[in-house]
Protein backbone atom coordinates (compact mmCIF):
# COMPACT_ATOMS: atom_id res chain seq x y z
CA UNK A 1 0.00 0.00 0.00
CA UNK A 2 1.24 3.51 -1.25
CA UNK A 3 -0.85 6.05 1.27
CA UNK A 4 2.16 8.49 0.82
CA UNK A 5 0.99 9.68 4.56
CA UNK A 6 5.08 10.54 5.48
CA UNK A 7 5.32 13.53 2.89
CA UNK A 8 1.64 14.63 4.17
CA UNK A 9 2.56 18.07 6.06
CA UNK A 10 -0.71 19.14 6.95
CA UNK A 11 -2.47 15.92 8.76
CA UNK A 12 -3.33 16.39 11.99
CA UNK A 13 -4.75 13.32 13.02
CA UNK A 14 -4.82 9.39 11.72
CA UNK A 15 -6.27 6.68 12.54
CA UNK A 16 -5.48 3.06 11.40
CA UNK A 17 -8.11 0.77 11.92
CA UNK A 18 -8.36 -2.82 10.67
CA UNK A 19 -11.86 -4.37 10.79
CA UNK A 20 -11.99 -6.69 13.72
CA UNK A 21 -13.57 -9.60 11.52
CA UNK A 22 -10.62 -9.38 8.75
CA UNK A 23 -8.62 -13.05 8.62
CA UNK A 24 -5.23 -13.08 7.57
CA UNK A 25 -1.62 -13.51 8.12
CA UNK A 26 -0.37 -10.98 10.50
CA UNK A 27 3.06 -10.32 8.69
CA UNK A 28 1.50 -8.54 6.10
CA UNK A 29 -0.29 -6.31 8.33
CA UNK A 30 3.08 -5.50 10.20
CA UNK A 31 3.86 -4.43 6.73
CA UNK A 32 1.15 -2.66 5.83
CA UNK A 33 1.46 -0.25 8.98
CA UNK A 34 5.04 0.53 8.42
CA UNK A 35 4.31 1.46 5.35
CA UNK A 36 1.76 3.82 6.59
CA UNK A 37 4.16 6.19 8.99
CA UNK A 38 2.98 9.47 8.98
CA UNK A 39 4.75 13.34 8.85
CA UNK A 40 6.39 14.07 11.95
CA UNK A 41 3.66 17.14 11.87
CA UNK A 42 0.80 14.75 12.89
CA UNK A 43 -0.70 16.18 16.14
CA UNK A 44 -2.86 12.55 16.85
CA UNK A 45 -2.44 9.08 16.24
CA UNK A 46 -4.95 6.15 17.16
CA UNK A 47 -4.45 2.12 16.67
CA UNK A 48 -7.23 0.25 16.63
CA UNK A 49 -8.01 -3.67 16.33
CA UNK A 50 -3.68 -4.18 15.32
CA UNK A 51 -3.26 -7.31 14.42
CA UNK A 52 0.33 -7.71 14.48
CA UNK A 53 3.01 -8.79 17.35
CA UNK A 54 4.70 -5.44 17.75
CA UNK A 55 3.38 -1.92 16.90
CA UNK A 56 4.91 -0.08 14.04
CA UNK A 57 8.91 0.99 14.17
CA UNK A 58 8.35 4.67 13.05
CA UNK A 59 6.13 4.94 16.43
CA UNK A 60 9.61 4.07 18.56
CA UNK A 61 11.49 6.76 16.51
CA UNK A 62 12.95 9.06 18.99
CA UNK A 63 12.95 12.22 16.90
CA UNK A 64 10.48 11.30 14.28
CA UNK A 65 6.80 12.14 15.96
CA UNK A 66 7.90 14.54 18.19
CA UNK A 67 4.30 16.74 17.68
CA UNK A 68 2.30 14.25 18.86
CA UNK A 69 -0.41 15.57 21.40
CA UNK A 70 -2.56 12.33 21.76
CA UNK A 71 -2.35 8.15 21.05
CA UNK A 72 -4.95 5.91 21.55
CA UNK A 73 -4.16 2.08 21.37
CA UNK A 74 -7.19 -0.11 21.43
CA UNK A 75 -7.32 -3.82 20.49
CA UNK A 76 -3.69 -4.81 19.48
CA UNK A 77 -4.22 -8.46 20.86
CA UNK A 78 -0.73 -9.68 19.86
CA UNK A 79 1.67 -6.66 20.50
CA UNK A 80 3.13 -7.65 24.16
CA UNK A 81 4.94 -4.56 24.76
CA UNK A 82 4.41 -1.00 24.51
CA UNK A 83 6.54 1.59 22.27
CA UNK A 84 8.90 4.33 23.84
CA UNK A 85 6.05 7.06 24.06
CA UNK A 86 7.35 8.84 27.31
CA UNK A 87 10.17 10.38 25.49
CA UNK A 88 7.19 12.36 23.37
CA UNK A 89 7.90 15.28 24.53
CA UNK A 90 4.50 17.68 23.55
CA UNK A 91 2.65 14.08 24.19
CA UNK A 92 -0.70 15.06 26.60
CA UNK A 93 -3.27 12.51 26.28
CA UNK A 94 -2.48 8.89 26.11
CA UNK A 95 -5.19 6.00 26.25
CA UNK A 96 -4.32 2.53 26.17
CA UNK A 97 -7.21 -0.04 25.82
CA UNK A 98 -7.46 -3.95 25.78
CA UNK A 99 -3.79 -5.26 25.13
CA UNK A 100 -4.30 -8.86 26.66
CA UNK A 101 -0.65 -9.63 25.57
CA UNK A 102 0.55 -7.25 27.57
CA UNK A 103 2.68 -8.47 31.14
CA UNK A 104 4.89 -5.77 31.91
CA UNK A 105 5.13 -2.07 31.38
CA UNK A 106 8.74 -0.76 31.86
CA UNK A 107 11.85 0.81 30.44
CA UNK A 108 10.87 0.42 27.02
CA UNK A 109 7.78 2.53 27.63
CA UNK A 110 9.56 5.24 28.66
CA UNK A 111 12.64 5.63 26.18
CA UNK A 112 15.84 7.12 27.07
CA UNK A 113 15.02 10.70 28.54
CA UNK A 114 15.53 11.62 31.44
CA UNK A 115 12.36 13.10 32.26
CA UNK A 116 9.77 10.52 31.15
CA UNK A 117 6.27 12.16 29.54
CA UNK A 118 7.02 15.59 30.22
CA UNK A 119 3.74 17.38 29.38
CA UNK A 120 1.55 13.89 29.58
CA UNK A 121 -2.14 15.19 31.45
CA UNK A 122 -4.39 12.45 31.03
CA UNK A 123 -3.53 8.83 30.83
CA UNK A 124 -5.74 5.85 30.99
CA UNK A 125 -5.46 2.29 30.97
CA UNK A 126 -8.17 -0.07 30.08
CA UNK A 127 -9.19 -3.57 30.15
CA UNK A 128 -5.79 -4.94 30.42
CA UNK A 129 -6.71 -8.30 32.04
CA UNK A 130 -3.01 -9.80 31.83
CA UNK A 131 -0.97 -6.90 33.30
CA UNK A 132 0.89 -7.83 36.08
CA UNK A 133 4.29 -4.96 36.79
CA UNK A 134 4.28 -1.77 36.00
CA UNK A 135 7.74 -1.39 37.05
CA UNK A 136 10.12 2.23 37.37
CA UNK A 137 13.27 3.88 37.58
CA UNK A 138 14.57 5.44 40.56
CA UNK A 139 16.86 8.04 38.24
CA UNK A 140 14.31 9.81 36.31
CA UNK A 141 11.74 11.93 36.93
CA UNK A 142 8.06 11.09 35.33
CA UNK A 143 4.81 12.76 35.01
CA UNK A 144 5.54 16.34 36.06
CA UNK A 145 1.97 17.37 34.83
CA UNK A 146 -0.27 14.32 35.14
CA UNK A 147 -3.63 15.76 36.23
CA UNK A 148 -5.73 12.50 35.22
CA UNK A 149 -4.79 8.80 35.97
CA UNK A 150 -7.39 5.82 35.47
CA UNK A 151 -6.61 2.60 35.86
CA UNK A 152 -9.66 0.31 35.00
CA UNK A 153 -10.55 -3.69 34.92
CA UNK A 154 -6.11 -4.15 35.20
CA UNK A 155 -7.04 -7.16 37.47
CA UNK A 156 -3.40 -8.47 37.97
CA UNK A 157 -1.90 -5.32 38.23
CA UNK A 158 -0.09 -4.68 41.44
CA UNK A 159 3.09 -2.62 41.24
CA UNK A 160 1.56 0.59 39.98
CA UNK A 161 4.21 3.66 40.49
CA UNK A 162 1.69 5.87 42.43
CA UNK A 163 4.55 7.97 44.24
CA UNK A 164 5.75 9.47 41.05
CA UNK A 165 2.31 11.23 41.17
CA UNK A 166 2.40 15.05 42.31
CA UNK A 167 0.39 17.67 43.75
CA UNK A 168 -0.82 18.33 40.15
CA UNK A 169 -3.07 15.06 39.60
CA UNK A 170 -6.71 16.34 40.13
CA UNK A 171 -8.22 12.30 39.30
CA UNK A 172 -7.62 9.65 40.29
CA UNK A 173 -9.65 6.61 39.46
CA UNK A 174 -8.70 2.90 40.11
CA UNK A 175 -11.72 0.70 39.16
CA UNK A 176 -11.00 -3.60 39.06
CA UNK A 177 -6.91 -4.04 39.80
CA UNK A 178 -4.88 -6.03 41.94
CA UNK A 179 -3.12 -5.19 45.22
CA UNK A 180 -1.35 -1.97 45.53
CA UNK A 181 -0.36 -2.82 48.97
CA UNK A 182 0.85 0.74 50.99
CA UNK A 183 1.28 2.53 47.52
CA UNK A 184 -2.17 3.70 47.76
CA UNK A 185 -2.46 4.96 51.09
CA UNK A 186 1.16 6.90 50.80
CA UNK A 187 0.03 8.67 47.22
CA UNK A 188 -3.35 9.62 48.92
CA UNK A 189 -1.61 11.78 51.45
CA UNK A 190 0.69 13.50 48.40
CA UNK A 191 -2.33 14.22 45.99
CA UNK A 192 -3.62 17.60 47.52
CA UNK A 193 -5.19 19.01 44.90
CA UNK A 194 -7.64 15.56 44.10
CA UNK A 195 -11.39 16.79 42.90
CA UNK A 196 -11.83 13.31 41.69
CA UNK A 197 -11.07 10.10 43.83
CA UNK A 198 -12.92 6.92 42.36
CA UNK A 199 -11.72 3.40 44.75
CA UNK A 200 -13.82 0.62 43.11
CA UNK A 201 -14.04 -2.93 42.59
CA UNK A 202 -10.70 -3.19 45.00
CA UNK A 203 -11.43 -6.49 47.12
CA UNK A 204 -8.07 -6.09 48.95
CA UNK A 205 -8.13 -5.07 52.52
CA UNK A 206 -6.51 -1.72 52.84
CA UNK A 207 -6.72 1.78 55.06
CA UNK A 208 -7.21 4.94 53.60
CA UNK A 209 -6.68 8.57 55.01
CA UNK A 210 -8.65 11.45 53.39
CA UNK A 211 -7.40 14.20 55.93
CA UNK A 212 -5.28 16.05 52.85
CA UNK A 213 -8.00 16.15 50.12
CA UNK A 214 -9.73 19.40 50.90
CA UNK A 215 -10.42 19.82 47.30
CA UNK A 216 -12.00 16.79 46.71
CA UNK A 217 -15.30 16.87 45.01
CA UNK A 218 -16.27 14.07 44.09
CA UNK A 219 -15.54 10.40 45.78
CA UNK A 220 -16.36 7.09 45.02
CA UNK A 221 -16.47 4.10 46.86
CA UNK A 222 -16.51 0.35 46.23
CA UNK A 223 -14.46 -2.00 48.33
CA UNK A 224 -14.87 -4.46 49.94
CA UNK A 225 -11.97 -5.23 52.48
CA UNK A 226 -11.08 -1.54 53.90
CA UNK A 227 -9.83 -2.12 57.09
CA UNK A 228 -9.79 1.83 57.58
CA UNK A 229 -11.09 5.24 56.29
CA UNK A 230 -10.41 8.44 58.00
CA UNK A 231 -10.41 11.89 57.54
CA UNK A 232 -14.03 12.22 56.00
CA UNK A 233 -14.69 15.19 58.15
CA UNK A 234 -11.92 16.98 56.26
CA UNK A 235 -13.84 16.89 52.83
CA UNK A 236 -15.30 20.48 52.89
CA UNK A 237 -15.49 20.52 49.29
CA UNK A 238 -17.83 17.34 48.65
CA UNK A 239 -20.18 17.72 46.32
CA UNK A 240 -20.69 14.02 45.11
CA UNK A 241 -20.76 11.03 47.39
CA UNK A 242 -21.62 7.40 46.03
CA UNK A 243 -20.63 4.15 47.59
CA UNK A 244 -21.20 0.66 46.65
CA UNK A 245 -20.22 -2.74 47.68
CA UNK A 246 -18.69 -1.52 51.05
CA UNK A 247 -20.09 -4.03 53.99
CA UNK A 248 -17.51 -3.04 56.35
CA UNK A 249 -18.77 0.87 56.08
CA UNK A 250 -20.21 0.95 59.22
CA UNK A 251 -16.35 -0.08 60.38
CA UNK A 252 -15.25 3.68 60.36
CA UNK A 253 -19.09 5.74 60.08
CA UNK A 254 -19.67 5.39 63.57
CA UNK A 255 -15.47 6.91 64.19
CA UNK A 256 -16.16 9.75 62.66
CA UNK A 257 -18.83 12.79 64.22
CA UNK A 258 -21.69 14.29 62.40
CA UNK A 259 -20.78 15.70 59.02
CA UNK A 260 -22.13 18.99 59.60
CA UNK A 261 -20.59 21.70 56.88
CA UNK A 262 -20.46 19.96 53.79
CA UNK A 263 -22.08 21.11 50.58
CA UNK A 264 -22.92 18.42 49.15
CA UNK A 265 -24.97 19.21 45.38
CA UNK A 266 -25.23 15.31 44.56
CA UNK A 267 -25.33 11.89 47.59
CA UNK A 268 -25.64 8.79 45.55
CA UNK A 269 -25.78 6.06 47.56
CA UNK A 270 -25.73 2.49 45.11
CA UNK A 271 -25.74 0.07 48.09
CA UNK A 272 -25.71 -3.60 49.13
CA UNK A 273 -27.44 -5.33 52.15
CA UNK A 274 -24.46 -4.76 53.91
CA UNK A 275 -24.22 -1.29 54.38
CA UNK A 276 -26.19 0.10 57.54
CA UNK A 277 -27.47 3.27 56.36
CA UNK A 278 -28.47 4.74 59.82
CA UNK A 279 -24.64 5.16 60.35
CA UNK A 280 -23.85 6.80 56.71
CA UNK A 281 -26.82 9.16 57.22
CA UNK A 282 -25.77 10.31 60.60
CA UNK A 283 -22.18 10.80 59.50
CA UNK A 284 -23.06 13.36 57.20
CA UNK A 285 -25.45 15.23 59.70
CA UNK A 286 -28.28 17.21 58.43
CA UNK A 287 -26.20 17.79 55.07
CA UNK A 288 -28.49 20.86 54.34
CA UNK A 289 -27.26 21.44 50.55
CA UNK A 290 -27.98 18.09 49.25
CA UNK A 291 -29.98 18.59 45.84
CA UNK A 292 -30.26 14.99 44.80
CA UNK A 293 -30.14 11.50 46.24
CA UNK A 294 -29.59 8.01 44.79
CA UNK A 295 -30.83 5.31 47.32
CA UNK A 296 -30.21 1.66 45.60
CA UNK A 297 -30.47 -0.59 48.73
CA UNK A 298 -31.83 -4.09 48.56
CA UNK A 299 -32.06 -4.47 52.74
CA UNK A 300 -34.21 -1.20 53.34
CA UNK A 301 -37.50 -2.57 53.74
CA UNK A 302 -39.35 0.97 55.34
CA UNK A 303 -38.10 4.29 56.90
CA UNK A 304 -37.86 4.90 60.46
CA UNK A 305 -38.86 7.91 62.12
CA UNK A 306 -35.20 9.88 62.75
CA UNK A 307 -34.62 8.77 58.90
CA UNK A 308 -37.80 10.69 57.77
CA UNK A 309 -36.86 13.35 59.99
CA UNK A 310 -33.68 13.22 58.38
CA UNK A 311 -35.11 13.63 54.93
CA UNK A 312 -37.11 16.58 56.41
CA UNK A 313 -33.61 18.57 57.02
CA UNK A 314 -32.81 18.48 53.43
CA UNK A 315 -34.49 21.66 52.54
CA UNK A 316 -32.65 22.17 48.85
CA UNK A 317 -33.41 18.05 47.42
CA UNK A 318 -34.91 18.40 44.34
CA UNK A 319 -34.34 14.72 43.33
CA UNK A 320 -34.85 11.73 44.77
CA UNK A 321 -34.57 8.05 43.43
CA UNK A 322 -35.21 4.55 44.56
CA UNK A 323 -33.39 2.49 42.91
CA UNK A 324 -33.75 -1.47 43.26
CA UNK A 325 -34.90 -1.41 46.58
CA UNK A 326 -36.53 -4.58 46.16
CA UNK A 327 -37.82 -4.80 49.43
CA UNK A 328 -38.94 -1.42 50.06
CA UNK A 329 -42.42 -1.74 50.89
CA UNK A 330 -43.12 2.32 51.16
CA UNK A 331 -41.62 5.65 50.77
CA UNK A 332 -41.22 7.81 53.43
CA UNK A 333 -44.51 9.26 54.99
CA UNK A 334 -43.43 13.01 54.76
CA UNK A 335 -42.82 13.14 51.60
CA UNK A 336 -45.45 15.55 50.92
CA UNK A 337 -43.62 18.17 53.09
CA UNK A 338 -40.31 18.59 50.88
CA UNK A 339 -41.37 21.46 49.45
CA UNK A 340 -38.00 21.82 46.96
CA UNK A 341 -37.99 18.47 45.18
CA UNK A 342 -38.44 18.35 41.36
CA UNK A 343 -38.22 15.11 40.02
CA UNK A 344 -38.82 11.71 42.00
CA UNK A 345 -37.69 8.37 39.82
CA UNK A 346 -39.42 4.78 41.36
CA UNK A 347 -37.67 1.55 39.62
CA UNK A 348 -37.71 -1.89 40.42
CA UNK A 349 -39.25 -1.83 43.52
CA UNK A 350 -41.60 -4.40 42.98
CA UNK A 351 -42.67 -4.26 47.23
CA UNK A 352 -44.12 -0.16 46.58
CA UNK A 353 -48.10 -1.14 46.92
CA UNK A 354 -48.84 2.21 46.77
CA UNK A 355 -48.03 6.01 47.13
CA UNK A 356 -48.08 7.52 50.61
CA UNK A 357 -51.65 8.34 51.74
CA UNK A 358 -50.97 12.62 52.11
CA UNK A 359 -49.56 12.44 48.34
CA UNK A 360 -46.63 14.07 46.92
CA UNK A 361 -45.22 17.25 47.04
CA UNK A 362 -46.62 20.25 45.04
CA UNK A 363 -43.66 21.40 43.57
CA UNK A 364 -42.84 17.96 42.08
CA UNK A 365 -42.26 18.11 37.87
CA UNK A 366 -41.80 14.87 37.16
CA UNK A 367 -42.21 11.49 38.23
CA UNK A 368 -40.76 8.44 36.48
CA UNK A 369 -41.96 4.44 37.86
CA UNK A 370 -40.69 1.74 36.16
CA UNK A 371 -40.70 -2.16 36.99
CA UNK A 372 -43.40 -1.80 40.28
CA UNK A 373 -46.60 -3.53 38.91
CA UNK A 374 -48.78 -2.81 41.76
CA UNK A 375 -47.67 1.01 41.98
CA UNK A 376 -48.55 1.16 38.29
CA UNK A 377 -52.01 -0.18 38.27
CA UNK A 378 -52.69 2.44 41.14
CA UNK A 379 -51.73 5.41 39.19
CA UNK A 380 -53.22 4.51 36.12
CA UNK A 381 -54.66 8.29 34.63
CA UNK A 382 -58.45 9.24 35.84
CA UNK A 383 -58.57 5.47 36.86
CA UNK A 384 -56.37 4.19 39.53
CA UNK A 385 -56.87 4.32 43.20
CA UNK A 386 -53.76 6.70 43.48
CA UNK A 387 -54.06 8.89 39.99
CA UNK A 388 -55.47 12.13 42.40
CA UNK A 389 -52.08 11.87 44.34
CA UNK A 390 -50.00 12.18 41.33
CA UNK A 391 -52.65 14.16 39.22
CA UNK A 392 -51.04 17.34 39.12
CA UNK A 393 -47.66 16.35 38.44
CA UNK A 394 -46.95 17.99 34.81
CA UNK A 395 -44.57 15.07 33.58
CA UNK A 396 -45.16 11.38 34.76
CA UNK A 397 -43.94 8.55 32.35
CA UNK A 398 -44.70 4.93 33.54
CA UNK A 399 -42.65 1.71 32.42
CA UNK A 400 -41.03 3.82 29.69
CA UNK A 401 -44.40 5.45 28.37
CA UNK A 402 -45.90 8.69 28.41
CA UNK A 403 -48.62 8.49 30.87
CA UNK A 404 -49.23 12.98 31.04
CA UNK A 405 -48.01 15.72 30.03
CA UNK A 406 -49.79 19.47 30.87
Known sequence: MEADLKNK???NALCLNRKPDVKGHCDPEEQMFEGLEPHYNLKELTIQHYGGATLPNWLAKKQHLTNLESVYLSNCARCASLPPLGQLPFLKIL??????????????????????????????????????????????????????????????????PLHYLGSAVTELRIRGC??????????????????????????????????????????????????LLTGFRSLTSL?????????????FMQTELPYEDADLRSLSFFSTDDIPFNNVWITLGTA????????????????KVEQEEWFQKLILLEELSFLACRNLQSLPT????????????????????????????ASLKELRIWGCPSLKERCVKDQGLDWQLIAHV??????GETVQIL
Open 334 to 361: SLVTFSSIKKLSIGLCPEIKSLPENGLP
Open 239 to 251: KDLQIEGCPKLND
Open 95 to 160: HVNTMPAVKQIGVEFYGDAYQVFPSLEDLMFTDMKEWEEWSHSEDRQFFPRLRKLRIFTCWKLRNV
Open 288 to 303: RSLRCIVLSCNHLACF
Open 394 to 399: PFIFID
Open 178 to 227: GDLGGGLPRCLQSLTSLVVLELSNYPHRTSVCLSNLRHLELLKLGWSEFS
Open 9 to 11: EYL
